[in-house]
DNA sequence: TTTAGCACTCGACGGATAAGAGTGCTAATC
DNA sequence: GATTAGCACTCTTATCCGTCGAGTGCTAAA
């Protein structure tokens, strides 16, 4: 569809946008050497790009700058991948070689890197709700009537809750009752442990327990894991703002209250495939971040994806260098992740 | 030291810039209604005022602005108690109300509600890490050679943290371990658990356990709370951006990054006194908030003080209404704890 | 097909001017 | 003696206007 040259210019436009975020004239296409033609032929394919849709131009007598049709473009066709510089991949190394007891933990810290390697935003999706299954139930009495409920996860994952148990039961109630939850809950993803509990596990409580209601209100409180929202990690918030795209206040703010949201988030991601997915500007469905790009990539456990990781930055982002560290990344963290839980 | 004009004019020229963060002229004072006197006569004690140095002038012919000397005085001399809408009581009551298990959790709402009602930024540091004690250790094993380890505090919070066992301990030396902690460490503050470890209880475990070192070590990892950064919540961290004094992004920027790091408010914090504590501007030894003020407040369990909550606003804030707030606040949050703790 | 040349467009920058807000001082008034 | 009206003065802000430069689009020449 485009010639040779014109992919050649679009790059070249492409790129110098991505370093200056200023419009990019025909002059310093062609000075930059490995375009070798005039301004004025330039111009022409310019022109000729603009009219496919691949350019626009702020204002007559501006330079042009890539739309989103061109964006795409040079990420699907132009882009060579990125290399790693050699401080990327030590740091990286160094982050997933470190000895961490919790997925979350090394997920989080990955985030962080990544927010300062890229000096973009990172949103880090963990473990995933949908998959995360529970692995085991486990009461410890805490006084006469209150007890810590601990709720494993087959990620290595443990939450506490406290719980009041109701009066009136005894030991070998409460005991029974855990060992009904471990025997029926197993293997269940989180989600669905709630509907598991009233649809199937109530009943069969009922016949050991006499007051059994108020148990199962218990139950329900301790598995309903408010965890959803503690699962999206950001890193570097504020590195947006050195973008010049956010020079005003009110784009930062918007920015920053759905950064302080959970929900957009969750559907922005619950929708992504596996691999590594870029996502420009409208493309995007959340008005907020129409004119960011969105870069995920996915990792996942015994070949199940299982949770996923975003770059988020101004639509004139570094896709190579981003796209590149995620690709690294997700393929580490993948096989770290198996070689340890195998 | 100051006249009773002085001080009328004063508290107007405070109110209207609170009102409009721009300066405020002898004119618009005068029309009021509750100085009455002319313009000129209130240029007169404008500029007494100025030379005593309770008001300031951004350039000659602009009106004036309080000095931070003329908030001090203002906050301290000059401001009726705020009283508090229905609504806000309301709302405060709501939150109070609700059964929550554990003291963050309704601290954290706190902090939200708080934002959202002043439009300022809130921090809380929760119940206080310096007088929180360890009341029990508790052990779960998790498989083979992992483990849940559970860290109760005495205000009821509970942290859960995965170690794994050294190789080739039997199951009484484990058992030995826990309860020597538990007789050791019962009623120590958190922040002194591992010295105490290491000083004085590393040496009795050496003489039940054979190769102590690396168990000492796993506990050490598992008492060595990276909580700290947990305890200090955050709400309404954009609410800053809708002020005017933030409408250059590099301000934005500095402040969202303190409010992204831990050290610099715990310091703020260690040295809140009881009670409601006004810290305007410089007073406050962060630079980044030197044109800001903290009002903090402080909440106790049994007498003693366990928390602070702070609000972070302009040094234009409405000091009366984030005043009344507070001190309602932390009263009818004491009553609740002592009430729930009983 | 490519390129040199040139007229044209548009935003950015800077200086000049006017408007407006507010002061400080002086002199008149209470 | 305290208060106030009046007025000149200062400083900021907005606006207008001309200039400059970057960049384009078109035409004609190579």
């Known amino acids: 569809m485009l010639s040779e040259r014109q ?21 310093s296409i062609s000075k930059r050497g490995d375009v070798g033609f005039s301004p004025a032929t330039i111009r022409n394919e310019m022109s000729d790009l603009e009219e496919l849709g691949f350019l626009e131009q702020p204002h007559t007598s501006a330079g042009r700058i890539p739309s989103h049709k061109g964006y795409r473009y040079y990420v699907d066709h132009l882009l060579g991948t990125g290399i790693l510089s ?3 991949v030590h740091l990286l190394k160094g982050v997933l070689a470190e000895r961490i007891t919790e997925i979350e933990q090394m997920i989080q810290q990955v985030a962080i890197i990544l927010s300062n390697l890229t000096n973009y935003t990172s949103i880090v999706l963990g473990p995933e709700v949908f998959s995360t299954t529970l692995k085991q139930v486990q009461l410890v009495p805490l006084d006469d009537n209150r007890a810590v409920a601990l ?9 506490n809750k406290i719980v009041t148990i109701p009066e009136g039961l ?34 069969e409580i009922g016949k050991h327990v006499s007051n059994y209601e108020e148990l199962v209100k218990t139950i329900d409180g301790a598995i309903s894991s408010d965890e959803s ?6 890193g570097g918030t504020t590195n947006m703002l050195t973008q010049p795209e956010f020079r ?14 959970t929900d957009p988030w969750m559907k922005l991601f619950a929708n992504a495939q596996d691999g590594i997915q870029v996502r420009i500007g409208t493309e995007n469905s ?7 790009s969105l870069i995920t990539a996915t990792y996942s456990l015994q070949g199940k994806t299982i949770g996923t990781i975003g770059i988020l930055g101004p639509t004139r982002m570094e896709y190579g260098k981003v796209i590149g560290l995620l690709d690294h990344f997700s393929r ?11």
């Open 248 to 261: 005003d206040v009110e784009k930062v703010k918007t920015l920053l209250d759905l950064l302080d949201q």
């Open 332 to 342: 580490d963290l993948t096989t770290i992740l198996n070689k340890w839980y195998k």
């Open 151 to 159: 709720i494993i996860t087959n990620t290595g994952h443990v939450e």
């Open 286 to 292: 959340v008005e907020a971040i129409n004119n960011c």
């Open 170 to 203: 005894s030991v070998s109630e409460i005991e029974r009752t855990v060992a009904i939850l471990n025997a029926r809950l197993t293997g269940v993803p989180l989600l669905q442990l709630k509907s598991k509990l009233y649809n199937e596990i109530a009943s």
């Open 229 to 234: 929202d503690q699962r999206l990690f950001f």
């Open 86 to 88: 050699n401080q990327e």
């Open 7 to 27: 992919r050649m210019i679009l790059s070249a436009i492409v790129d110098d946008y991505i370093r200056s975020a200023e419009p990019v004239g025909s002059r």
